[in-house]
């Protein structure tokens, strides 16, 4: 049991080490850590903790899906559908399709052109129902027998559209994040269609809502010419100029076919632009286009504005282009992520915004430094008092434990919030928790009358078990608490686990090894516990 190889022993310090290594520039101040990362290059600059909302303040966003844009597009897409299905089944119709609120109704006179479509309004229907992966029929198709058909979206359909609008979404604006440098922002679904984001550090919630607030529905269209079918014209707000300009409806290339977008400058002018690339479909659609209307505008319209108006002088099949519109530096940088990151599915309305400030946030830091540091002070003067030397042991395990979880959270990226500096204090009495079992059972062993070295393998092999069990069923709970929870809770869960793992460690495996060493040294005639 006091047998410990050399090897034991420097893979232990050497942890130990490593861990009071990656936490060091934790306890830096900001400058100084600033001081210290502009010496070195960015692949060498030293982690840090990262503090949650809760801690160092930020920027709390909740959205809301625009339900009412959701059913205009998917009324929208049902009459293209239903022309779809007129034109395929060559049946003629009385007035045009007339669009409705939730959907679409046309009158087909003809009873036998009515039958030949009817089955293929329910195919229809049931295309809507898979890919929304709705229970009940998402569409309600009615023949009111004098020739007029309905197809209207019902409440469940909008209800999974904006389900699943919410889930996409919440993918898009995770990467937009990701882009603007921070780190560990929360992204929860709040009911069936609202969105919370919290994003710690970033005080300028200007900048969150600009990243957030934008569909950016990227689109290529022709400008219209004169003596075009005003049915396929639209007529659009531009932003460069005020009035509107009138473009076809029919979409040459789509944003979806982006591969990359970065800000940059104009070589002519120098202004900042926004430089973009296609895959290889958007660039031979780009290239046909460009080189079959060559002398015509070619507008770039972005969440159904004009940004940009360029007139197409020379075909342009390289797969890359340029969008200028008078932008800023940060107004170029933010298209720039928006396109990167993709188009939202859905339109966000934000009913709600919160700036957390860094006062908030430092009286949390403190009122968790002085709960840890009590709570540590107290567990520290039992142990001394309770077991002299032995207590001073488990005072030494006990640094090493807090040095370890912290290093942990640094190495794995994981938010140190309140609820995470609440499992560390938690943490600090399971581990002398596990120290006492171990004296005691010693304690047990010595008046008993059995030898110095026979008590110290008793307590430490006949503990070991106990701890185990002991330490498994509380890994477990901490599991749950992660899988099943969010956001604080993951927070306390993750904190703990790491408390419970380093407990092992520390506790058992590193208090044995200071018994050993101190048994060697001073060899004892009596334990002092």
């Known amino acids: 049991m006091l047998r410990f190889a050399t090897w034991k022993i420097v893979a232990i310090l050497g942890m130990t080490f490593a861990a009071i290594l990656v936490v060091a520039p934790s306890l830096l101040s900001p400058s100084s850590y600033e001081a210290l990362a502009s010496k070195l290059p960015d692949w060498a600059r030293p982690p840090t903790i990262v503090l949650g909302l809760d801690l160092q303040g930020g920027s709390n966003v909740m959205l809301e899906v625009d339900k009412p844009s959701v059913l205009h597009t998917l009324a929208m897409n049902l009459r293209d559908d239903a022309r779809r299905i007129l034109r395929e089944e060559k049946v003629a119709i009385t007035g045009g399709i007339g669009q409705q609120a939730r959907g679409v109704q046309f009158r087909v ?18 295309s809507y129902s898979n890919r929304l992966g709705a229970g009940a029929p998402p569409l309600d198709i009615e023949d009111s027998g004098d020739g007029l058909i309905r197809v209207t979206v019902t409440d469940t359909g909008l209800t999974e559209k904006v389900r699943r609008a919410v889930d996409q979404s919440i993918e898009v604006i995770r990467r ?14 709040q009911g069936d269609d609202r969105i919370v984001v919290q994003v710690p550090g970033l005080q300028d919630p200007e900048q969150l809502k600009t990243i957030l607030g934008q569909t950016a529905k990227l689109e290529f269209r022709l400008v219209s010419e004169p003596g075009e079918n ?14 509107k300009i009138g473009v076809e409806k029919q979409v040459m290339v789509q944003g979806e076919d982006l591969t990359d977008a970065q800000p940059g400058f104009d070589q002519r002018g120098g202004e900042p632009v926004v430089n973009f690339r296609f895959n290889i479909k958007g660039a031979q659609k780009f290239g046909e286009v460009t080189s079959k209307n060559v002398g015509r505008l070619f507008a770039i319209v972005l969440d159904n504005k004009v940004i940009s108006a360029p007139r197409i002088l020379t075909p342009i099949t390289g797969g890359s282009g340029q969008i200028s519109g008078h932008f800023t530096v940060e107004q170029a940088n933010n298209l720039s992520i928006l396109l990167r990151a993709g188009a939202l599915p859905a339109k966000l309305n934000i009913v709600e915004e919160r700036t957390v400030g860094p006062g908030l946030g430092q009286d949390s830091i403190d009122a968790g430094k002085r709960a840890a ?6 567990v520290v003067v039992y142990m001394l008092i309770t077991y002299g030397v032995f207590g001073v042991f488990a005072n030494l395990a006990l640094f090493v434990h807090i040095a370890i979880i912290f290093a942990g959270l640094i190495l794995l990226g994981s938010t140190l919030t309140l609820p995470g500096i609440a499992g560390i ?7 002398v928790d596990s120290n006492v079992l171990i004296y ?14 026979a008590s110290l393998d008793a307590g430490f092999n006949r503990a070991f078990a106990t ?4 330490n498994v069923t509380m890994f477990v709970a901490a599991a749950i608490l992660y899988f099943l929870g969010s956001g604080p809770v993951r927070g306390f869960a993750v904190s703990l686990a790491l408390g419970i793992l380093t407990t092992i460690v520390t506790a058992v495996t590193m208090t044995r090894m200071m018994i050993a060493v101190w048994y060697h040294r001073a060899r004892p005639t009596r334990l002092p516990i």
Request: cysteine-free; hydrophobic content about 40%; overall charge negative.
């Open 109 to 126: 006179p003809d009873a036998a052109d009515r039958a030949k479509i009817m089955p293929k309004l329910k195919a229809l229907a049931q």
């Open 440 to 453: 005691e059972r010693i304690r047990e062993e010595q008046h008993a009358g059995r030898s110095i070295l």
């Open 230 to 243: 005003p049915a396929d014209v639209e007529e659009l707000e531009q932003t460069e100029q005020a009035g």
């Open 467 to 470: 701890i185990v069990d002991s």
């Open 373 to 378: 540091y009590v709570g540590a002070g107290l």
């Open 176 to 189: 937009r994040i990701d882009q603007l440098g921070t780190r560990e922002p929360s992204i929860q679904r």
């Open 425 to 431: 204090v938690l943490t600090i009495g399971m581990a």
